[in-house]
């Protein structure tokens, strides 16, 4: 692929919570390098990355010793900002993206628009809500704000499962396989997906 055509973006957000350096390629082979200081959440992104066939690089430092909300929640602000700057005007692109991941006793539907009107629907919910020291919840925190700073209309549903673990591994699996699917390059479709103009 040329640099021209090349769909990279490097964000950097800096505030008193947090400071979040990212590099990321669409086009990339599942590359990472990923510390957060969160261990099950740098997982997850690991995942992200290796799943939806992006390069990643991730770097964040945040208030861990008051909560781990504002590094979750502002990693998902800054890797959909650079999203949807590597996107461009996303003319090429299939923009609807689906996927149906089974993890062990667990299965997760999600799919979504790339129409830069963000909305999100989240149906996930399992009794218990720690994976260690991690807690569950914030997995909705970093979906929502991912979901917004990309221009996403992103729907994620549980269709049934148990292990909290399982669960949110399948969340983050499915979303990068059905942003990596939607975010492809359509070769019959060459301007924008819409005929509206823009997205």
Known sequence: MSEQNARIATIER???ETEIHVELDLDGSGEY???????FFDHMLESFARHGSFDLRLRAKGDLAVDTHHTIEDVGIVLGQAVREALGSAAGIRRYGFFVLPMAEAKVEVALDVSNRPYLVYRVEVANDRIGNFDVS??????????????????????????????????????????RAAVERDPRTPGLPTVKGAL
């Open 33 to 39: 390098e990923v510390s957060t200081g969160i261990p």
């Open 14 to 16: 800096k505030t008193k």
């Open 138 to 179: 914030l997995t909705e925190d970093f979906v929502y704000a991912f979901s917004q700073n990309a221009g996403l209309d992103l729907h994620v549903e549980l269709r049934y499962g148990k292990s909290p673990h399982h669960v949110v591994e399948a969340v983050f699996k499915g979303l990068a396989r059905a942003l």
